[in-house]
Nanobody, 112 residues
Framework: QVQLVESGGGLVQAGGSLRLSCAAS???????MAWYRQAPGKQRELVAR??????TDYADSVKERFIISRPSLNRLYLQMNSLEPEDTAVYYC????????WGQGTQVTVSS
């Protein structure tokens, strides 16, 4: 129903910044979109969520450092600042409502 493709991951030093992008195609009437991540040996966790009304939620570990935005129906961003080694993970773009869809993920590696 909706296809999601992430980009923008890579290797960065601690304290650096990255911006992840998600390109959406197909049925774009998504009301809730999010970024999740999965670190090695850990469960997937919600990083940030945004509704069509502009409301946002963040994991406590990324508050004040990450910013989620959705400037258009087919684009989602995650601006990540002051990156820490603990942010190393595969990051996924996710459509949550009214239907669920996941991207393939993009690797973010933060070196100390």
């Amino acid at each position: 129903q909706v296809q999601l493709v992430e980009s923008g991951g890579g290797l960065v030093q601690a304290g650096g910044s990255l911006r992840l992008s998600c390109a959406a195609s197909g049925r774009l009437s998504i009301t809730v979109m999010a970024w999740y991540r999965q670190a090695p040996g850990k469960q997937r966790e919600l990083v940030a969520r945004i509704t069509s009304g502009g409301s946002t939620d963040y994991a406590d570990s990324v508050k004040e450092r990450f910013i989620i935005s959705r400037p258009s129906l087919n684009r989602l961003y995650l601006q990540m600042n002051s990156l820490e080694p603990e942010d190393t993970a595969v990051y996924y773009c996710v459509a949550e409502a009214p239907w669920s869809s996941w991207g393939q993920g993009t690797q973010v590696t933060v070196s100390s």
